[in-house]
C-alpha cells in the first residue's frame, strides 16, 4: 500500500528564512509525488509534481522539492519566505503504474510566517 | 477559463436527511475526481469518474454515498440517511485526460455540516 507522511504538523519560520516542509513516502511501486497548497477558503492549487523525471523540481512562488529514493523523501524547500506563503501544505502520492487513479494525500504542514 | 466550480459552498443539514453536492468540471476535462476533507486531515479519494461511468468507486464509505456524471460533464454526489460523522468538506477535481500524471484542478469545495 502506498502513504505519506508529513512529519510535522506545524512550522512556524520568520518572513525572509529559509522554508523547509518534511515528507516521506512508502510505496512498492515507482511514485510520482506531489506538493498542493491549501489557502483559507480557496481551492488546492498545485505547486510541483514529481514523475521520474529530474529529482530536483522546481515549482510556483520559488518553492523546489528534491525526490530522494534512498531516503523516501519529497521534502519541500523555498529559501526565503514570504507572508503570502502562509498556508495548508499537503504531500501527496500516487501509482501511475498500478492504473489507480486516486492521490493519496498526507495529513498536511501547517505553515506560519512570522513579520 | 472558469476553474471547477462546486455548489453550493456550504450545507447544513439534519441527521438522516438526504443531500446532493453538485460539482461542475473545467470544461473538455473527461477525468472528474471526488475526495472528502474531514477537520483536521487531507483530502481522502471517493469515486473516479472517466466520462460518464465510475472508473473507481473504492473510496465511497458505504452504501448511502452515491455520484453520477451522466453526460459526462457535471457530477453529483448523492449522501442518503445522512449521519453526524459526514460533516466535511468534500472536494471535487477535474483533470484533462485519464492519466494520473496530469494534474488535477480542485475546487473550493462543499462545507457538509450535519446537525
Known amino acids: 500500500a502506498q502513504s505519506v507522511t508529513q512529519l510535522d504538523s506545524h512550522v512556524s519560520v520568520s518572513e525572509g528564512t529559509p522554508v523547509l516542509l518534511r515528507c516521506n513516502y512508502s510505496?512498492?511501486?515507482?511514485?510520482?509525488l506531489f506538493w498542493y497548497v491549501q489557502h483559507p477558503n480557496k481551492g488546492l492549487q498545485l505547486l510541483l509534481k514529481y514523475t521520474s523525471a529530474a529529482t530536483l523540481v522546481k515549482g510556483i512562488n520559488g518553492f523546489e522539492a528534491e525526490f530522494k529514493k534512498s531516503e523516501t523523501s519529497f521534502h519541500l524547500t523555498k529559501p526565503s519566505a514570504h507572508m503570502s506563503d502562509a498556508a495548508e501544505y499537503f504531500c501527496?502520492?500516487?501509482?501511475?503504474?498500478?492504473?489507480?487513479?486516486?492521490?493519496?494525500f498526507g495529513s498536511g504542514t501547517r505553515l506560519q510566517v512570522q513579520p | 477559463g472558469a476553474g471547477v466550480s462546486q455548489t453550493p459552498s456550504n450545507k447544513v443539514t439534519e441527521k438522516g436527511k438526504y443531500v446532493e453536492l453538485r460539482c461542475d468540471p473545467i470544461s473538455g476535462h473527461t477525468a472528474l475526481y471526488w475526495y472528502r476533507q474531514s477537520l483536521g486531515q487531507g483530502p481522502e479519494f471517493l469515486i473516479y469518474?472517466?466520462?460518464?461511468?465510475?472508473?473507481?468507486d473504492s473510496g465511497l464509505p458505504n452504501d448511502r454515498f452515491f455520484a453520477v456524471r451522466p453526460e459526462g460533464s457535471v457530477s453529483t454526489l448523492k449522501i442518503q440517511r445522512t449521519e453526524r460523522g459526514d460533516s466535511a468538506v468534500y472536494l471535487c477535481?477535474?483533470?484533462?485526460?485519464?492519466?494520473?500524471?496530469?494534474?488535477?484542478?480542485f475546487g473550493p469545495g462543499t462545507r457538509l455540516l450535519v446537525l
Open positions: 477535481a477535474s483533470s484533462l485526460g485519464t492519466s494520473l500524471l496530469e494534474t488535477q484542478y
Open positions: 469518474f472517466q466520462g460518464t461511468g465510475a472508473a473507481d
Open positions: 510505496s512498492s511501486y515507482s511514485p510520482s
Open positions: 501527496v502520492v500516487s501509482l501511475p503504474d498500478t492504473g489507480r487513479r486516486a492521490l493519496t
